[in-house]
């Protein structure tokens, strides 16, 4: 079976645990008008325009999913501090059978796996058991928001968000604050009801501020940034890290 990725390389600690191989697969079924990997929409890839050093070039490979995996084993000696192989998107799940099948060979092999989601997949809870590290975005609790801004997923959103926090031991929900989308006191209300009551011993929280960094790869896709800068105010991130202390809730920084 094969794969597409677009990108793929070592990150330590940012996309899972310890040092990992990190592995963009193409394809997202979102839109967030500030995303840093346009890129990686397109289900058949992006053509990205000439860059200094660079001829035009097609944003992704094909690869067959034994040659993919023989990469990870063969990378596995720098899997250090319990790192392993992260699958991160676009939207990993857009290629669910080839990842699935890749996430079950790597447990196989005794290779530790993250997930990185935008958690809109309405098949995604199937693939807990078979991976160790859980990365869920969460941008909204409005599914009405979700819909008009992102595009369709935000009940399912939702009931993946609340079934991870119930089955998976080791999990991770990022938020990536968007001035003005996401930063007021409702939104942070609507982030705390649906986590609900209670410590989550197995789940850790992250808010990650706006930036620009994608803003550049837009322009070699072809492509428009519409975002309008959405800075988030130091303030604004402070009173949403102690909102989730004060809910007994661990606030991480990878
Ligand atoms: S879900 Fe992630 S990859 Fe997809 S559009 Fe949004 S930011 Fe980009």
């Known amino acids: 079976?094969?794969?597409?990725?677009?990108?793929?390389?070592?990150?330590?600690?940012?996309?899972?645990?310890?040092?990992?191989l990190v592995i963009h697969l193409q394809g997202c079924n979102l839109r967030c008008p500030w995303?840093?990997?346009?890129?990686?929409?397109?289900?058949?890839?992006?053509?990205?325009?000439?860059?200094?050093?660079?001829?035009?070039?097609?944003?992704?490979?094909?690869?067959?999913i034994e040659d993919l995996l023989k990469l990870c084993r063969e990378s596995s000696s720098l899997f250090f501090d319990g790192g392993g192989v992260t699958f991160t998107g676009g939207e990993p799940t857009m290629q669910n059978e080839a990842?699935?099948?890749?996430?079950?060979?790597?447990?196989?092999?005794?290779?530790?796996?993250?997930?990185e989601t935008n958690a809109t997949s309405v098949t995604l809870p199937d693939l807990f058991p078979l991976v160790g590290q859980l990365i869920m975005d969460f941008k909204t609790a409005d599914p009405k928001k979700h819909q008009m801004v992102l595009g369709p997923g935000g009940k399912i959103l939702i009931k993946n968000i609340q079934t991870a926090?119930?089955?998976?031991?080791?999990?991770?929900?990022?938020?990536?604050?968007?001035?003005?989308?996401n930063t007021s006191e409702d939104d942070l209300d609507g982030f705390l009801s649906v986590i609900g009551e209670g410590p989550?011993?197995?789940?850790?929280?992250?808010?990650?501020?706006?930036?620009?960094?994608?803003?550049?790869?837009?322009?070699?896709?072809?492509?428009?940034?519409?975002?309008?800068?959405?800075?988030?105010?130091?303030?604004?991130?402070?009173?949403?890290?102690?909102?989730?202390?004060?809910?007994?809730?661990?606030?991480?920084?990878t």
Not at 99 to 115: D, F, K, S, W, Y
Not at 214 to 238: F, I, M
């Open 1 to 20: 079976m094969k794969i597409n990725v677009f990108n793929k390389g070592f990150h330590y600690s940012q996309d899972g645990h310890g040092n990992r």
């Open 35 to 64: 995303c840093a990997n346009p890129e990686g929409l397109e289900m058949g890839g992006i053509m990205m325009q000439k860059q200094e050093n660079r001829p035009p070039r097609l944003s992704c490979e094909e690869w067959e």
């Open 99 to 115: 990842l699935r099948q890749a996430l079950e060979a790597l447990g196989e092999m005794g290779i530790h796996t993250v997930l």
């Open 165 to 181: 926090l119930e089955n998976h031991r080791d999990l991770l929900i990022r938020f990536p604050l968007i001035y003005g989308f």
């Open 200 to 253: 989550k011993p197995h789940g850790v929280f992250e808010f990650l501020p706006y930036h620009e960094f994608g803003r550049e790869k837009w322009r070699q896709c072809g492509l428009e940034y519409h975002q309008q800068k959405a800075y988030v105010p130091e303030e604004t991130l402070r009173v949403f890290e102690e909102a989730f202390r004060n809910h007994h809730l661990q606030v991480a920084h």
